[in-house]
């Protein structure tokens, strides 16, 4: 089994990336939906997430108000190291298990957002960086997800720069292009790790 990371900032196409990777092969542990998965109603994750945090966190049906949550945790980066002291051992134990059901010869891709911040990236045989400028990151969160620039700009400072998921790549997948560009390097990044 080849263990890769997968990252890139905020609004770069990583997902896009992940999705494309699964469609050639390779099983993908998602760590923005296992991150979901660890705080949904009723866990133990949820439950710690509104000891920290108080009730305000919650929607009127007991869910997590994500909107509520990421204004608290973007703007302090005290709170937003609780958050992840909560989350990210759980996603981290579940994309375990994940992987332990995987096959021999499977690439198991971990798409792990925060891969630069948590510092996981020596855990693996390979890092592909979605990469693209600053700049079209805060334009594509103000055109595509309605976000104002302010709250753009400090979603990206968030996490780590540019060049620290640079330093960490083993593979670069530039999404400047179109669809059919993005497809073409995952295609022959997903060629080169099979090798």
């Known amino acids: 089994m080849r263990r890769v990371g997968l990252t890139g900032g905020v609004a770069s196409g990583k997902s896009t990336v992940s999705a494309i ?36 966190v919650l929607t009127a049906d007991g869910e997590l108000d994500r909107p509520a949550m990421g204004a608290i945790v973007f703007a302090d980066s005290d709170k937003r190291r609780v958050l992840e002291g909560i989350i990210h051992p759980r996603v981290r134990d579940r994309g375990a298990e ?39 990151q805060v334009e594509r969160m103000v055109e595509l997800r309605g976000m104002t620039r302010e709250d753009a700009e400090a979603r990206v400072a968030a ?13 670069v997948v530039d999404n400047t292009g179109t669809i059919d560009d993005l497809r073409r390097r995952v295609t022959e990044v997903f060629r080169d790790l099979r090798e």
């Open 159 to 171: 996490q780590a720069s540019r060049e620290a998921r640079l330093e960490i790549a083993t593979h």
């Open 98 to 136: 994940i992987e332990a059901a995987a096959g021999p010869d499977d690439i198991v891709v971990h798409d792990i957002p925060l891969l630069a911040e948590t510092g996981q990236a020596d855990g693996f045989s390979a890092v592909i960086v979605v990469d693209v400028p600053v700049e079209l």
């Open 21 to 56: 990777l699964e469609e050639l092969g390779a099983v993908v542990i998602d760590a923005d939906v296992l991150a979901r998965e660890v705080v949904a109603a009723g866990t133990d994750g949820l439950r710690q997430v509104v000891e920290a945090f108080g009730s305000g």
